[in-house]
């Protein structure tokens, strides 16, 4: 069965400081996609990045990263020089091809704080 | 392009009432799905339309019903309400199919229920 787990309920960090959210996934199949959300206190989730299984390519993106490996099962995700406007609910998704559904991590709280 | 829009934003009924919640995609995609996201149950899927078929479904009590219309707009229905619905309902919409695409949310609707 798929799963995804954020195993960090709550980061806090000083701004500037550099902070990795934890992923990790459980599928049985060899083609999915990994995905990352932000959820600022609106509610409303922002679409950060999306990885195709079979591309391992780590991705950079402004003071964004993300490191994609299968061999852990893991898609982290690293924020260099936080700012407070980092500061938001993450999510991690994944999803198999056959499925039409997102299942979603808890969620990691980033506090930044000035 | 206008992003997925959802209305009303914020509701406020009380138990066995029965309620409406309206979702409409970015223009040209014809994947709407729904989500509810509570504090204790985090982001759950609801069900997903395309082309006005549902393809999947969660584990949610048949209360929980929905529909797309041929311009791909989506509706919601929550019958008999619980205390327990009172939840932000999230919508997104994607071109597709869900897993090789990925999808838009929209700012939710927030539901509570007394």
């Known amino acids: 069965a798929q799963k995804v787990t954020q195993a960090q309920t709550e980061i806090s960090v000083v701004e500037k400081e550099d902070v990795t959210l934890d992923c990790v996934y459980e599928?049985?199949?060899?083609?999915?996609?990994l995905f990352w959300y932000k959820q600022p206190p609106s509610g409303e989730l922002v679409f950060l990045i999306r990885?195709?299984?079979?591309?391992?390519q780590n991705e950079i993106s402004g003071r964004y990263s993300w490191n994609f490996q299968k061999s852990t099962s893991s898609f982290n995700f690293t924020i260099t020089a936080s700012q407070v406007v980092d500061s938001a609910v993450y999510f991690c998704a994944h999803t198999d091809s056959g499925t039409y559904k997102y299942i979603f991590g808890t969620g990691t709280r980033l506090k930044v704080l000035a | 392009k206008a992003g997925v829009t959802q209305t009303p934003r914020y509701l406020i009924k009380t138990r066995g009432q029965q309620v409406t919640l309206s979702c409409s995609p970015i223009s040209g995609h014809r994947s709407v799905s729904w989500y509810q996201q509570t504090p204790g149950q985090g982001l759950q899927f609801l069900f997903e339309?395309?082309?006005?078929?549902?393809?999947n479904k969660g584990n949610f009590p048949g209360r929980f019903s929905g529909r797309q219309f041929s311009n791909s707009r989506s509706e919601m229905n929550v019958s008999t309400l619980e205390l327990g619905d009172s939840a932000l309902y999230l919508c997104a919409s994607s071109l597709g199919q869900v897993g090789s695409e990925t999808q838009y949310f929209g700012p939710g609707t927030r539901l509570l229920v007394l």
């Open positions: 339309y395309f082309s006005e078929t549902q393809r």
């Open positions: 599928t049985r199949d060899t083609t999915y996609y």
């Open positions: 990885r195709n299984s079979f591309d391992e």
